[in-house]
């Protein structure tokens, strides 16, 4: 019975997530329904894959379910925007993957048999995900009879025991399914015995490699600028490279920061004016700072190393009850009260018993009050934690946490042990439960303050608020050309910031996790329009579109700068070769060409084609291809092309690797290589493959 109720422990939030998706499924749907007849007859198909509907109602559930155990995991605590947006693009990745992935499973015939999903559940080898949620937790170990006795009992009488079973068993057959499908492509990897042979001399032939080289940075960039007809022909001739895969925006933007006037200042520091004397003069400063403070009072203490340095002389320097300020911290304006000083050590040695809970923690307060009463009454403080600690971790070492330095804890955690003394017991509230903890050792210390400090914000005021976006809407209303924009953003001394690629989806620009608004707007202007003002978080922005670049070949003007380099290598190059080929005229040996352009031989030992890097230099395939084709052994190469210069070259003899038979280690290597990142490729390649349609533009 005891394994049974740790089984229902584990799988509680599981039900959690499951009856609360199922909830916000139906308001959801009433929800949806009622935008959609608003709208007429707007579809509710998020996505297609080769036809096959996804409905939104399936996406925005699946949505709910990632926040909800995010918010179960973490305390309660809401995800903000951008963990939100995170799951987001999650749950649409894994529903297009999954949809994609079940084509492959009708393709191939690939399924489950009942059999195979008891081995799975309750084999001598489970699924990971059983041996999880079933297994002991402290041995590692997987007893079958455990699920038995599981559902002959629990799963047999209570419906909410038949949910968790199922949620696990799709779990389960949909980590099989892929399974399966990695390993026929897995299977199907096939190495002839002509790439193993190459591979294994790639890989084991050798040469010495005697050169003399001009490298390109000798021609400087100005003399070999590169006109738009050459930048068009490079990209025509290379269009395969300079492909977009999807269709995207580029923006350019300024920003209009809503903060504090000078006025707004002022009218804070007034208030300190007054809270001054009163604060120097409180006989219950904590009472002071709850009643007037915009912050929490912090009551740990702080060594200077950790302080900010503007008030550290303030702090350290000055006697206990002192009050100084105000000053500005972190967008806050603030006067500080020194309540005690004290030294505090540079790292603890503490151990813990944790009685978790969430919620209610009036039983485990009971339970922590009374292994209190018994450790201080004599009982071995390490036996009560092997027995009732639900620290898994520590629980097998009496509790024992090692050492720690100060911030590594849970604040309450931290502030126990770093404010405490040895062997004195304290019993804590954290995010994780109720702890019963005793500091066992400390070493070092450091002077540190422990502050009462009243802090207030420093928000713009109404009529701040209004100048700010008064300047914005005027700055947009005046200059609603591309032309315009550009001029008055260098006039008003505003830096344009670059927003690129974005994509239909996109929520977020560079410095705005929530800039939904502005994207969609991109995608309904044309090329050279200028935006209205948009507030995002406390900055307000308007925004110009600068390029609609379409899915297939990039345009000149979004590779520009990338083709431009390509473009000068080519032409210097060019230059360079040209000049060699004039001033070698005649000249068959290495020596008497390298002292005609300049240069002296170079030696690279035991080169290999395979790790092709010049010293100095680094890659050069070019040039250790052309050093590896067995035809510079007796003579001097034409100039080459390489990367980072031209080269002559003439090799040593070739140090062939013995003659094989056996390639297995080579064999084995190829189809690692071939295989290693299958499954990561795999949905990118089914997208390439399959149709499929994104709508998630017209929900959000």
């Not at 305390?75 to 987001?88: I, L, M, P, V």
């Not at 923006?251 to 804070?268: G, I, N």
């Not at 995010?431 to 400090?453: E, R, W």
């Amino acid at each position: 019975m005891a394994i049974i109720g740790k089984i229902r422990e584990r799988l509680g939030v599981l039900l959690a997530v499951i009856i609360g998706l199922a909830l916000f499924g139906f308001l959801l749907t009433s929800a949806l329904n009622d935008n959609l007849n608003l709208l007429g007859s707007r579809s509710t198909v998020i996505a297609k894959i080769d036809g096959n509907k996804i409905e939104a109602n399936d996406y925005f559930a699946k949505v709910d379910e990632y926040l909800t155990v995010y918010s179960l995991f973490n305390n309660g605590r809401t995800a903000d925007e951008a963990t939100s947006q995170s799951f987001r693009e999650q749950v649409w990745n894994d529903m297009i993957n999954n949809a994609l992935m079940e084509l492959k499973y009708r393709k191939y015939g690939i399924a489950i048999t009942n059999e195979e999903m008891v081995d799975q559940c309750m084999g001598p080898n489970p699924h990971p995900v059983i041996r999880q949620y079933f297994g002991n937790q402290e041995t590692g170990q997987f007893d079958p009879n455990t699920i038995i006795e599981w559902k002959k009992k629990a799963y047999k009488e209570n419906p909410e025991e038949q949910v968790k079973w199922k949620f696990l068993e799709d779990m389960i057959r949909k980590d099989r399914l892929k399974t399966k499908l990695l390993t026929i492509y897995r299977k199907s990897v096939y190495v002839p015995k002509w790439q193993k042979e190459l591979e294994y001399h790639q890989r084991n032939d050798k040469a010495d490699v005697n050169y003399v080289m001009v490298p390109y940075q000798t021609i400087s960039d100005d003399k070999v600028k590169p006109t738009d007809e050459e930048l068009n022909k490079y990209l025509s001739e290379h269009a395969a490279n300079y492909q977009n895969i999807d269709e995207t925006r580029k923006l350019e933007y300024v920003v209009f920061d809503m903060k504090a006037s000078k006025e707004d200042s002022d009218r804070v520091r007034k208030q300190f004016v007054t809270l001054l004397p009163l604060f120097r003069s409180s006989t219950n400063d904590s009472a002071f700072v709850y009643a007037n403070s915009e912050e929490p009072l912090n009551v740990g203490f702080v060594k200077r190393e950790n302080m900010n340095m503007l008030i550290a002389d303030s702090a350290f320097g000055k006697s206990v009850k002192s009050v100084f300020g105000p000053y500005i911290d972190n967008g806050m304006m603030k006067i500080a009260k020194i309540y005690a000083t004290k030294n505090v050590a540079d790292s603890v040695r503490a151990r813990h018993i944790l009685i978790a809970a969430q919620g209610d923690t009036s039983a485990a307060n009971r339970r922590i009050d009374s292994i209190m009463k018994a450790v201080k009454g004599g009982a071995d403080f390490a036996a009560m934690a092997m027995k009732y600690s639900m620290d898994q971790g520590s629980k097998v070492k009496g509790g024992d946490l090692g050492y720690f330095t100060e911030g590594k804890m849970v604040p309450e955690f931290n502030d126990a042990c770093f404010e405490g003394s040895t062997g004195s017991l304290v019993k804590v509230r954290t995010q994780y439960g109720v702890h019963l903890i005793q500091v066992t050792d400390q070493k070092g210390g450091k002077p540190a303050v422990k502050l009462f400090v009243v802090s207030k914000s420093l928000k713009p005021s109404q009529s701040t608020e209004k100048a700010v976006y008064a300047m914005a809407n005027q700055f947009a209303a005046s200059n609603n050309t591309a032309a315009l924009f550009d001029t008055a953003a260098i006039k008003m001394n505003l830096m344009k910031r670059v927003a690129e690629p974005i994509r239909e989806n996109d929520r977020s620009i560079p410095g705005f996790a929530s800039a939904r608004d502005v994207v969609k707007w991109s995608y309904q202007a044309e090329v050279g329009n200028v935006s209205g003002t948009y507030r995002l978080d406390d900055k307000l922005i308007v925004a110009k579109l600068v390029s609609i670049n379409k899915e297939g070949t990039a345009s000149l003007d979004q590779v520009r700068n990338e083709i431009t380099q390509e473009v000068i290598r080519e032409k210097k190059a060019a230059m360079i070769i040209k000049d060699i080929q004039s001033k070698i005229a005649g000249k068959t040996d290495l020596a008497s060409i390298g002292q005609a352009i300049g240069d002296t031989i170079h030696r690279a030992m035991d080169a290999n084609i395979y790790n092709p890097f010049i010293p100095g230099f680094g890659p050069e395939f070019a040039m250790m291809g052309t050093a590896f084709s067995g035809k510079y052994t007796s003579k001097v190469s034409a100039p080459i092309k390489g990367t980072q210069a031209v080269f002559i070259i003439q090799t040593g003899a070739l140090k062939v690797a013995p003659a094989t038979t056996d390639y297995n280690m080579i064999d084995v290597s190829v189809k690692m290589q071939a295989t290693s990142n299958l499954e990561q490729q795999l949905p990118a390649a089914l997208k390439r493959q399959f149709t499929v349609t994104d709508n998630r533009s017209n929900f959000f």
